[in-house]
């Protein structure tokens, strides 16, 4: 009898699948990568055709002296790691540093499966594969061009800014994203603008509200007390008659099955969770979970996808659900379909979906942890409601007049729930304002007309959803990059996050003034993409991963050597400020710290007083009249304070000098 040796990468997916084969097979885990290239030097030989130089990780020594001796064991090598490029670059590694290209006796095989239930790992037993050597090219090349930007350029940043920075490919531009967003929210200047509201009883429950649109066939916009007093005054009064009712209805198509983006924003926006915090529970509902008569199984499809493909007994297992609990008007016949914003689907994987569709959140709701359970079920929900009808809405649009002006308002009423039965973003007002009874020809009385204020917002401070959202949208990184890229960032106080809310700290923002400066093509998002498509094609086989890396390194070095040179002839010692040690009288310099500036004794190691950096913007304080400066919270968020502590005058926008 024949045996079988089966490698996936970890404990928990090893022991899910070995359940499900007999005792002729064998199942490791090879715990993640077992080789890379070096940590203490760049491992990539530039003279002789950019060949990286692996090593094998320290601490897997041990590993694959055991996975060797299972070796032994089997007539047949089966590489099932994970089914995405990364996966396949795994593979190869374990091939090469398990001899198995020696082991002529031996039949060696790659199989992937983009669920961890019995079926699926039985199938891809049946058809096993040879290693994809596009596929592991493309991890290559990634790796490589990755460790070139970190292994140059961090080092710059060491010399010029503080020790133990770092710069990547991905997250570069990314941090630029951030401070861009920063400069255009300290830049902005709001801007006054007017809404005049007409309020009407129908009875003692009921009110209407009607907004001003303008004067006939032009909308208006109101800019200043007075214009609104002047049309306040001239509709003050008289009646509105309504001059044109329109009924209709409207559709919300339901939402596309996950992505890896889709599922991270949406359990950002609604559970709270972090990128990296999604991805950790996913990875254990996707490797296997213990459930009560099923023992380890995996819950839901693999994780890192950007496709929103449903397999055809997927889709079958949706409709007989739908239909039998909801009945067939809720049965969508129609196939997701969606748009790309950039590049490649990834090696198309399905969409994040459950894999055993009867077990429902509600029955597993013992069986999982808090965490677990939130996210199964907006996995569970969300596929439900891809594969049902849109929500149906009846509309109500209303034109009123008063003299030359005129008045508009619209209700909604939900006539069909749709894919809503399931999935409510929460977002989602099921019932407005009922027009139903309002006819064309009628006069109206308004109760009241009220003016307000308001004034334009400055875009948005990103969160870590709206910012995986935008690297997606401009083919920055891919499914797999999204969750550590920002995880780098807030590890290095490059950004901090208070709330939802990301932002800029000092060290971050002298970081990308010096990457702007020295590497602009590293920080620009199009040609970041444009890798990105690069890369993406040598996974399909059309492009030589050499020939990217040939066309990369020598505008990089070039890049870094003239950086070097600038470098050299703008740096000082350190900035000397005016402020005197209070130890010993020399005059202190200002350095950089995890958290921005501050300023430090140049006598160290023999002095070691260190002191806040205080740095005034030439703005007089609007209470007190004392100097405005720039501070900083605990997690690094920049606000503006008065210097003199008895005030309480703070602001987290720049003051200006004219009020």
Not at 367 to 374: A, C, F, I
Not at 575 to 602: E, N, T, W
Request: charged share 30%; net charge positive.
């Amino acid at each position: 009898m024949s045996t079988g040796l089966v490698i996936v990468e970890s404990p928990a997916k090893m022991k899910t699948i070995k359940k499900f084969l007999g005792s002729n097979y064998i199942v490791d885990a090879s715990m993640g990568h077992v080789r890379d290239l070096p940590k203490s030097k760049l491992g990539i030989d530039i003279e002789h055709g950019y060949e990286p130089k692996y090593i094998t990780i320290r601490g897997k020594g041990e590993l694959l002296s055991a996975l060797r001796k299972d070796v032994k064991k089997a007539d047949t090598i089966y590489l099932a790691t994970d089914p995405d490029r990364e996966g396949e670059a795994i593979s190869w590694h374990l091939k090469t540093a398990l001899g198995l290209d020696d082991q002529k006796d031996k039949k060696v095989y790659r199989i992937t499966f983009n669920e961890i239930t019995k079926n699926a790992v039985k199938n891809a037993l049946k058809h096993p594969r040879d290693i994809d050597m596009n596929l592991v090219d493309a991890q290559q090349a990634r790796r490589v061009i990755d460790r070139m930007v970190g292994y140059t350029i961090s080092p710059l940043l060491w010399e010029k800014i503080r020790r133990g920075l770092s710069a990547g490919r991905v997250q570069s531009v990314a941090l630029r994203m951030i401070c861009d967003r920063e400069e255009e929210i300290a830049a902005f200047v709001p801007e006054e603008y007017w809404t005049i509201d007409a309020m009407f009883k129908l009875d003692k429950k009921s009110e209407l509200k009607a907004s001003y649109y303008g004067k006939e066939g032009k909308k208006a916009e109101i800019r200043s007390k007075d214009e609104a007093d002047k049309i306040v005054s001239e509709v003050s009064g008289g009646d509105f008659e309504v001059t044109d009712v329109k009924r209709s209805e409207r559709s919300k198509n339901s939402p596309l099955p996950f992505t890896t983006s889709t599922l991270q924003q949406e359990a950002g926006r609604l559970l709270n969770f972090s990128t990296q915090k999604t991805m950790r529970v996913a990875q254990r509902l996707y490797e296997g979970v213990e459930v009560k008569g099923h023992g380890s199984i995996g819950l839901i499809t693999y994780l890192r996808t950007d496709s929103i493909r449903i397999s055809d007994e997927a889709v079958a297992a949706a409709k007989a659900y739908i239909g039998e609990n909801y009945g067939s008007a809720y049965v969508s016949h129609v196939l997701p379909t969606g748009k790309k914003n950039s590049g490649n689907v990834q090696d198309a994987h399905e969409a994040i979906r459950p894999t055993y569709l009867e077990l429902t959140p509600e029955k597993l709701k013992d069986e999982l942890g808090r965490d677990e359970l939130r996210l199964y079920k907006l996995i569970w929900n969300r596929f439900i409601a891809s594969r049902m009808t849109p929500a149906v809405y009846s509309t109500t649009s209303v034109r009123l007049k008063n003299g030359e002006h005129i008045f508009t308002m619209s209700g909604s009423k939900l006539k069909f729930k749709g894919f809503l039965a399931v999935y409510d973003s929460e977002s989602e007002e099921e019932t407005k304002a009922d027009l139903s009874a309002i006819e064309e020809g009628e006069r109206l009385t308004a109760d009241k007309i009220k003016p307000e204020q308001h004034f334009t917002q400055p875009p948005a401070h990103y969160t870590e959803s709206s910012l995986v959202k935008k690297l997606e949208e401009d083919g920055i990184g891919r499914p797999s990059t999204y969750a550590p890229t920002i995880t780098t960032l807030l590890q290095r106080h490059y950004i901090t996050k208070e709330k939802k809310n990301l932002f800029v700290t000092e060290l971050g923002q002298a970081v990308n003034n010096m990457m702007v400066k020295c590497f602009p093509s590293i920080v620009d998002s199009k040609f970041t993409a444009n890798m990105e498509y690069m890369l993406d094609s040598v996974g399909e086989g059309k492009t030589d991963w050499k020939t990217i890396v040939e066309n990369f390194y020598p505008d990089l070095e070039e890049s870094v050597n003239a950086a070097k040179e600038s470098l050299e002839k703008v740096k000082v010692a350190d900035q000397v400020s005016d402020v005197p040690c209070d130890k010993c009288g020399r005059m202190m310099v200002i350095k950089y710290g995890p958290h921005g500036k501050f300023l430090a004794c140049p006598g160290f190691p023999e002095c070691k007083n260190t002191k806040p950096f205080v740095e005034k913007i030439g703005v007089k304080c609007p209470k007190c009249g004392g100097e405005i400066i720039k501070r900083r919270t605990k997690k690094g968020r920049l606000f503006y304070a008065c210097e003199n502590r008895d005030c309480d005058y703070v602001s987290w926008t720049k003051p200006k000098k004219e009020t």
